[in-house]
């Protein structure tokens, strides 16, 4: 393998890998939504 090559490799997964954390991060930290709970909406009132 030649030194390019394995310089692009590296590259690729370095950006691959940072971007999945990132967007893991970004999910992860976002603000949860109030759900209602589905079983009280179904019992009467």
């Given at each position: 393998?030649?030194?390019?090559?394995?310089?692009?490799?590296?590259l690729?997964?370095?950006t691959?890998?940072?971007?999945?954390?990132?967007?893991?991060?970004?999910?992860?930290?976002?603000?949860?939504?109030?759900?209602?709970?589905?079983?009280?909406?179904?019992?009467?009132?």
């Open positions: 393998m030649t030194t390019s090559a394995l310089i692009m490799i590296i690729t997964q370095g691959v890998i940072a971007a999945t954390i990132y967007f893991f991060r970004k999910v992860l930290k976002a603000p949860q939504n109030a759900e209602p709970d589905s079983y009280s909406d179904n019992d009467p009132k």
